[in-house]
């Protein structure tokens, strides 16, 4: 696909993107083709539905979205998670790459859009006419909500950080209505600022707030108020609007249809779908389409890829309190070379065990309460009210050991919080976003004394900041030389 419109108009076969193994792929999906002509009754404006989540994944030959590389683009690039030796997870790492060659989370994002769009344009025009309000206005919740997702991912991946500029800076073209290639209006779209990104993000989650279901009516896999709400939290917190973020945090907490797990379901959880602790995760039922090999759970696992693993620093992070629960998600070594290569330390992270012994089929955890309970904290230590902060970190903290000494309110720091996000959200694609956002400086190792089992990087990607032009990516190669208007607009450095 070598221009947006492509991606937000070709026809992707069934077996590109489809979801995994569930009902979703129960019937052909419709949303690859012209919406005046494929979603004119209810049955097939829910198979274009499934279409819109079956996107968010991608498939065992495109990995580029939710499957793995969102995921451990969001780890390797910083300091507690690094490539191995093998190859997937490597450029990223790195940070070696020009335009010609970087990895790329483009096309599948748009792709997921523009189903989002066909359906919502088929919704907006009354081409559903059997189906029943409730039901529609769910269904045009649930699309701007994932619209939302994906643009905010493209986001921060090809923008600079909100805080950098204020949003000033370019981030990447919004795309809200189906494309026609027949009358040519958006086949070259113009990068939109970082804050037009943004304000478009947040209109479409405010908007479909009040259209889902509540979020006491929780179903795995499908978005409801509290899945949108806690990305809303998430978006606000990127922003830097932390009265907003904990606003909307406090909301989620208090709705009560989301627990943390006690300590001693922690370990246990990871491998139970659809439990109290998350709010929407991605659903991996099967093997009929998936990821495969290309998974997150294959790339992390000693058996499978062992591509990327915890680092020294992170480890010894861990270790400091040796009840921690969570250093029960990480394992250590078997095989003689990787027990040459890391000894006894527990370097591989197990948040995605698989299921009836295949670890390649993981449901993916795209919002889990944890994290909002750490937006809160955050937010409001931002807002300098330190009690709020520490009201939301120690469940966090005491959950991981109930016997750890609390947080006081005099004690607590944005390095403490940080801390604890990263030790909690290890692995789930977020600590280099929250090092980029915070302006902390990235410190992989700055001698062969304290380089653990890094391995060896130039010295613009052993510590940099969010100054460094290769921290976002370039618009890819084959959409600059696609698109006319954003030939002008590729990202510095590159």
């Not at 800076?169 to 290639?181: L, Q």
């Amino acid at each position: 696909m070598k221009k947006i419109y492509k991606s937000v108009l070709v026809v992707l076969a069934a077996a590109t993107l489809t979801s995994c193994g569930n009902s979703w792929l129960d019937e052909s999906p419709s949303n690859g083709a012209d919406t005046e002509v494929a979603i004119d009754n209810y049955a097939k404006a829910l198979n274009a539905l499934y279409g819109v989540y079956d996107g968010l994944q991608g498939s065992s030959s495109r990995n580029e979205y939710y499957g793995a590389r969102m995921l451990y683009y969001g780890d390797v690039r910083a300091d507690d998670m690094q490539s191995s030796t093998g190859t997937r997870t490597v450029p990223l790492y790195e940070m070696r790459y020009t335009a010609s060659n970087a990895p790329g989370i483009w096309d599948i994002p748009y792709n997921v859009i523009r189903r989002a769009n066909s359906l919502l344009d088929a919704i907006e025009k009354g081409k559903v006419a059997d189906g029943k309000e409730a039901d529609l206005a769910d269904m045009k919740g649930q699309c701007l909500t994932v619209r939302a997702l994906a643009h905010f991912d493209l986001c921060r991946i090809y923008g600079k950080p909100y805080q950098m500029d204020n949003g000033v800076s370019y981030g990447v073209p919004i795309i809200t209505k189906p494309v026609n290639p027949y009358d040519g209006e958006g086949l070259y779209p113009s990068r939109n600022s970082v804050k037009e990104v943004y304000d478009q993000v947040i209109s479409d989650l405010t908007a479909a707030i009040p259209l889902l279901k509540t979020a006491q009516t929780k179903e795995n896999g499908y978005i409801n108020q509290g899945a949108a709400k806690a990305l809303l939290s998430r978006v606000y917190l990127y922003k830097g609007d932390n009265q907003q973020a904990l606003a909307v945090a406090k909301e989620v907490i208090a709705s009560g249809s989301y627990e943390l797990w006690a300590t001693d379901e922690y370990v246990s959880g990871w491998s139970k779908p659809g439990s109290k602790e998350m709010i929407f995760e991605i659903v991996n039922k099967g093997t009929d389409d998936w990821v495969d090999r290309e998974s997150i759970g294959y790339l992390m696992a000693e058996d499978g890829y062992s591509d990327m693993v915890l680092t020294k620093k992170f480890v010894d992070e861990l270790n400091s309190d040796p009840n921690d629960i969570r250093i029960g998600v990480t394992l250590a070594a078997v095989k003689a070379a990787n027990i040459k290569l890391y000894g006894t330390n527990r370097v591989y992270l197990n948040k995605f065990p698989g299921r009836s012994g295949d670890v390649r089929v993981n449901n993916i955890p795209a919002l889990r309460i944890s994290e909002i309970y750490l937006n809160a904290a955050e937010a409001a230590f931002k807002l300098g009210d330190n009690a709020t902060a520490v009201e939301y970190l120690n469940p966090i903290v005491l959950r991981a050991n109930p016997k750890a000494t609390p947080v006081a309110a005099g004690d607590v720091t944005l390095e403490r919080i940080l801390l604890e996000r990263a030790k909690e959200l290890v692995g789930e694609g977020h600590r280099f976003f929250d090092a980029m956002r915070n302006n902390q400086t990235v410190v992989r190792y700055t001698s062969a004394a304290d380089q653990g089992w890094q391995l060896n990087l130039t010295e613009a990607s052993r510590k940099f900041d969010n100054t460094y032009f290769r921290t976002i990516l370039p618009i890819p190669v084959k959409e600059i030389d696609s698109n006319y208007v954003i030939a002008e607009q590729q990202n510095p450095g590159y």
